[in-house]
């Protein structure tokens, strides 16, 4: 951090902080308590931190940046109309704190360390009145409060619909992290040699089953993800591209957010496997993988708690239905899920009766079932609660939030399972298809076989088949385990964004640590069209 | 490390190293390369480091202890009588390296940073023949090699049984590191709040039905951690009374190396929820989490990879039962589970059926017939592949890890839950017994909830008792939330020990992070017995 004394200008070097979170408010951000009192006479907004619960905590670049933007409650007349963005001069371009303004570093953390984090205090700071960003509710010149939605609930989603690009974003991060821990430990496992039979030369560790049955779901869930976020990135892409307010896609925001819960998850379970996989070599900072872990460990907290993020998701799913019936929240949606839904899952369950478990189709249909039947299951519990009970919402939801979790899950389940099938059918080059189909093949068989409980209880699958389930699994992972080689391989991550020993790539930092390569089948083979696509 | 100018000799300082693993051969320890050649000349070994593969790695305190035990082939005449353990100088008194041996620092790891691991090499470093840890084989003057263990195998097992005691070591840091982590996640959950219902105060985040259910089963399973890793060293204390020698108490090894590996699973695995559950204080320094995490996620590895713990377990519940009937080594053993055990399983089939499924009895044998069955099926399938099939032992064995490192867990499963009922039998206090049984329940519940699937695939349970079990573990986490900081503050770690501001104990380092105790009730109303006993 520049001193009093350094006095250089840094010109164009203005940097910005986003102050959304409170040591008393993380999730729940409605409920902030940084005010920001309009003041009539001098046409200015007071920014102002009450108590220490409403200390801005956490804030990135509160260290160094020169302006941060600040949700605090927007109030009016003594009246406040909720939390709204404001742009707070933090320090001048020498790096000086403007009065008023407090700053405290938050000092280590378990990753992220390039990155300074800061509590942010205000004590009353006067910020000109166009400081607002008003595009969801703005003050006149003689303090009226204006706002193109009405419904305040509506208002404040709409505010924080602005953070789907910024989920998405950690969606790619988290894949990210998967893809460079996926690459270093499949390589890894593909080189090094423990155990063998007696009197031969040991065997690849790939080659234990525990091995390949560890990874290759990893990889498999890996592409699943990579054609999803594509998906959502689309849909976003359209949008901006359209100029479309984010707020009016519900169904991408809900996309968006199940995809971040369920990737950063996923992310962390497949690091932590790879760690595992790759024995202490794995332990050791140069081979990364505990770099990526720690880094990476925070993204299922942070822009958006992983549970609070499912939650949105259901309620988004919940909206979406029952905007169709134009009714009172839960009513008409529960009408329509209790009644309908019986008949159309019957059909769906009538119709899958003559696939084969190994089928793309048996797996499709079985996680749109599950979803469907979770979906139901919920309404029918909230409708029986809020309605027949008359208990309170909140206590009735919080009772459900397992089920809640559970659906929000299967939902992304089926999404990215659909996509993944999509992204297989559309390829051009038979030999990448079928590849890409055995792994797509393997996620459904995943997804099944982790809820097998749930469709045994649902007498969607019989204990004979249930076991069948298992063994596909295991038999899908032992088939892929030697092309993982060249999916990794088409990842085509630089050799110098690797750097892993282990993974036979040398690292300057750590030249006792190299492991030549030893593989000689499939290694450099790539397969043409995913080595474009991935 | 001391530098070749500080002369200064360290009386009464020497200390040693551990020196097994190889870069070529961690799990595998058979298999080292490192060799010591007998001289009968000399009456010396030449401790030799033939290649890269042999060299020593991540030896801790190599970079300044003064000895170390090293694991090397003892050859005579040419011939390799199995891995033996050397004592070999590395520095003098000064810090000087003796000439032979090199050594480089490893750097940096994910956690243990106290802890200097680095690479030792030997280039024919003369050893006195009385340096060779002669217990299981000696080396007489004329070079002639007598061993009180005529079987090599067995021979290399007796040296192995040495780490029986820092594998139960090892659990009891796990077990500190999950207490640890419970209580600082547990206090939190109970001051923290947020959300809440509509125009009331925000509630506990422990009401949220998602954080109970994730932090609850941690705190059962970290009960029932401590009674049986109790139970194990109270036998490992009776042999070591009584100068048994651990390699005949297979037993024991199976359990500890069991315990070893669940420990450390589950300690990972409660670390991770209790970060989780802290949200971003969970990921700062200061709380604690971060560090016990990164610190202890080795565990899983070293010290014996867990899988292959794991295989040990299930290589030594064969040889009991083999033992028992003195015939060779998988053909008696499989005769007599194929053929009896069907019977015996019958018999504690039919008894069950009349208890209730939330009674210990009920759970106590649910958990029996589960490793029953899967030990049962086990012999089986390796009976048909190795005796009709022809089958190689290693392919046979690797297509059943899967197999295996279930029946592992599951014989853990048993144990713990076994060893958990008998504490609570065993409790003098009715109300710390009542709570203590609550949590037994609860721990009992988790492991048959957690494999449901397996219990309806063989019939044991019908689709709606499995739903009765999920029904029965939510309600129990929910019903011992609120004992749950008894519980945690009967762990009794001392205030200057935890110093996790989120647990209300400021941190000298970290005094902006306090959060002040909210907490009135329960906190310090301590129940005696459990306070006198966990």
Chains 1, 2 share one sequence.
């Not at 297989?424 to 409980?453: H, N």
Request: a neutral charge.
């Amino acid at each position: 951090m520049p001193g009093k004394a350094d006095r250089a200008p840094k010109i164009h070097a203005f940097t910005g902080m986003f102050a959304m979170t409170e040591r008393g408010h993380g999730s729940n951000v409605r409920g902030i308590l940084t005010e920001a009192v309009f003041d009539p006479e001098s046409q200015e907004f007071i920014i102002n931190t009450p108590c220490e619960d409403a200390a801005k905590m956490y804030i990135g670049n509160a260290t160094r940046g020169n302006y941060a933007a600040v949700f605090a409650q927007l109030i009016i007349h003594g009246k406040s109309q909720g939390p709204h963005c404001f742009i707070v001069p933090i320090r001048n371009e020498y790096g000086e704190m403007y009065p008023g303004v407090e700053v405290v570093d938050m000092m280590h953390k378990e990753g992220l360390h390039g990155v300074d984090n800061g509590i942010l205090t205000f004590n009353c700071v006067r910020i000109p009145r166009e400081n607002l960003l008003d595009k969801f509710g703005s003050v006149s010149r003689d303090g009226k409060y204006r706002s193109p939605i009405e419904n305040t609930s509506d208002r404040f989603n709409a505010m924080l619909a602005a953070l789907t690009p910024t989920r998405l974003a950690l969606t790619f991060q988290a894949l990210g992290a998967m893809k460079l821990g996926l690459t270093i430990a499949i390589r890894y496992s593909h080189s090094r040699r423990q155990f063998g039979p007696k009197g031969k030369e040991e065997v690849k560790i790939i080659e234990h089953q525990t091995q390949h049955l560890r990874l290759m779901p990893h990889l498999a869930t890996a592409l699943a993800l990579i054609f999803t976020s594509r998906y959502a990135a689309e849909i976003l892409d359209e949008d901006v591209y359209h100029s479309r307010d984010l707020v009016n896609n519900r169904p991408l925001q809900a996309l968006v957010a199940g995809l971040k819960a369920y990737s950063t998850w996923e992310n962390l379970s497949c690091l932590q496997d790879c760690r595992e996989c790759t024995g202490g070599m794995g332990f050791m900072m140069e081979n990364r993988i505990p770099g990526l872990k720690c880094d990476s460990d925070v993204f299922v907290t942070f822009e958006g708690d992983n549970v609070v993020m499912l939650q949105v998701v259901v309620r988004e799913l919940l909206a979406q239905h029952t905007r169709q019936y134009e009714e009172s929240p839960i009513f008409g949606l529960l009408r329509n899920w209790t009644s309908s839904m019986g008949d159309r899952l019957r059909t769906s369950f009538l119709a899958f009766s003559s696939d084969k478990i190994n089928s793309l189709t048996f797996l499709l249909k079985a996680v749109t079932f599950r979803e469907r039947v979770l979906q139901r299951g919920l309404a029918a519990r909230l409708y029986s609660k809020v309605i027949k009970d008359k208990e309170q919402f909140f206590s009735a939801w919080n009772s459900c939030l397992h089920h809640v979790v559970t659906l929000a899950l299967a939902h992304i389940h089926r999404v990215t399972l659909e996509q993944f099938a999509l992204a297989v059918e559309s390829c051009p080059v038979p030999k990448d298809q079928s590849l890409l189909m055995e792994f797509c093949l393997l996620y459904g068989t995943k997804l099944v076989y982790q809820e097998r409980a749930w469709y045994l209880e649902h007498k969607y699958l019989t204990p004979t088949t249930s076991i069948q389930i298992r063994n596909q699994f295991l038999s899908n992972c032992s088939l892929v385990k030697d092309d993982a080689l060249k999916v990794v391989s088409a990842f085509n991550i630089p050799h110098n964004i690797v750097q892993a020993p282990i993974a036979g790539i040398p690292n300057p930092r750590a030249k006792w640590a190299y492991y030549p390569e030893q593989d000689e089948d499939g290694e450099n083979k790539k397969a043409s069209w995913i080595n474009a696509k991935l």
